[in-house]
């Protein structure tokens, strides 16, 4: 993850990053220390930057002078993207493709799998991902002819599985069960008219 920079300017500390989230949770964290807001981030080349006093006690070297994202610096990145459920998938937006390489990393972290890169469509950045809460493509499918049999670690993942499969033609004909390891376990027919 990328850090932003935090430069002594004699009276004030000058923090500079790559993406305007990453600067304005910077300057957040400062906020709390005590700092005052002395400019708001701006765009100053390919960066961004922004200004504060320094915080109450604040001594050279009391901060480091690179400052990686902590918990609460990635909610605040996180809180600047827009993330909708569609279907099986999770498609995450953002004015800025930090935020929202953030938003996918932090999914990853949660089992997601990534499906497209960050890419820019108009003025706002759009990458997608698995749902981890239905991680679809944690099931195993094994055909049985006309037959098909889907087998999953939750109930969210097989039902998102025969969503998935739906689409091109098939049609649940059991209950969603659980099996005698703990798996969950559906079959579906696929001797109707394809759409494929």
Known sequence: MSNAKILDTGSNLLVTAPAEELVAAVLQEMVTRGATIVARPSRLGSNWTASCTKPVGYQDGTLPTAYNVGEASLKAILQTVRIHEAGNHLVISGKSKHSVQTAIDELQKRGAKSLSSVAQNGDLWIASCENPKVAASECVVDNFGAQIMITGPSVAS??????????????????????AKGNWVAVCDTSGPKTW
């Not at 097989?158 to 099996?179: M, N, Y």
Request: glycine share 10%; proline share 0%; net charge negative.
């Open 158 to 179: 097989v039902e998102g599985k025969i969503i998935e499969l739906a689409e091109t033609g098939a049609k649940l004909v059991s209950a969603i069960d659980q099996d």
